[in-house]
């Protein structure tokens, strides 16, 4: 019963992002964006009732035992982690949207088809993914080392500019694609032949980025729960809440420039977790050690990169 509730609540959403929130094509302002964010957030952390309600009444059966308070910090722990993570993936839509010059008033639509694709594989990987750590415990080492490799890794290639044009030419091999932008279609037909627009070819680049983001978001959630119903639905809603964030955050991520260091301790944190988690160590760590780690990095990555900006525009002002 409880599934049908989340699925019946993301479709409810989903249509009143389309009918009412973004009926028609426009530019979405920053304050639209902000207020948007705001809406996601607050459902996002209205849920964790339902999930205290799902596991008290017994409507998820928890295959590990977990009861319903322990259930609402893991579910609100993988929320922070898919929402802190997300950050990155932000940077390379924003970097697909200049390397094909989508306007902005059209940015929504290819964000929206995105996200509905997103979701789709991000289950097929989270199932997958949890059968995987039931059936093999090695593979959790797998995954932190891999963690670990991915946190070194962005810091080392963190001043690399993204070339996301680039990596995707072998896609316009494949795919005719028209020079100009025809409203928002994703294609037209052209002397009785399907071309797609460069609108397309945007959403493939996003759909493949976000599957490669996956594979480092995803073994992070699973670090501190596998439990199926919290692992999907603080996914769902974090992804559901990256559009309007991103158009809230669009001409201020490169001056957030410390989260990058958030996003490093958090995987390192979760990495550890993982090569740890069959140890008396992490079993003896409550619940909210890790949502309490998490936030703190995240809200000190904040401040940090407030208080550069702050310096800068004094600076500036001296000048």
Do not use: C
């Not at 009143?16 to 979405?28: G, N, R, S």
């Amino acid at each position: 019963m409880a599934w049908i509730i989340l699925f019946a609540v993301f479709f409810i959403l989903i249509a009143f992002d389309m009918i009412v929130l973004h009926k028609k094509d426009e530019k979405v302002s920053h304050k639209k964006a902000a207020i948007e964010t705001a809406f996601w957030v607050s459902f996002a952390m209205l849920f964790s009732f339902a999930v205290f309600y799902f596991y008290k009444t017994g409507m998820v059966i928890s295959a590990h035992g977990i009861q319903p308070g322990e259930a609402v910090t893991k579910y609100l722990t993988g929320y922070l982690i898919e929402l802190s993570l997300s950050v990155d993936n932000l940077f390379v839509i924003a970097t697909i949207f200049a390397s094909q010059k989508v306007p902005m008033k059209y940015q929504h639509r290819v964000l929206f088809w995105g996200i509905i694709g997103a979701i789709v594989m991000r289950a097929l990987m989270i199932f997958f993914g949890i059968a995987l750590m039931e059936k093999f415990e090695w593979i959790t080492y797998v995954f932190g080392v891999f963690l670990l490799y991915t946190a070194f890794s962005m810091l080392k290639h963190e001043g690399d500019e993204h070339h996301e044009d680039e990596k995707f030419k072998f896609i316009k091999k494949y795919f005719k694609v028209t020079k100009n932008f025809h409203a928002e279609h994703f294609w037209i037909i052209e002397n009785g032949k399907r071309v797609f627009t460069p609108l397309f070819i945007a959403l493939i680049m996003i759909e493949f980025t976000d599957v490669i983001f996956a594979l480092d978001s995803i073994p992070a959630i699973l670090a501190v729960t596998t439990e199926r119903f919290i692992v999907f639905s603080s996914n769902i809603f974090a992804i559901l809440g990256l559009r309007s964030m991103y158009f809230f955050l669009a001409n201020m991520l490169e001056k957030f420039h410390y989260l990058k260091y958030s996003i490093f301790a958090i995987l390192v944190f979760v990495s550890i977790k993982l090569l740890l988690l069959h140890t008396e160590f992490i079993k003896l760590l409550p619940s909210w050690f890790s949502l309490t780690f998490i936030g703190v990095a995240l809200l000190m990555g904040v401040l940090v990169s407030v208080n550069k900006i702050a310096t800068d525009a004094d600076d500036d002002l001296k000048d």
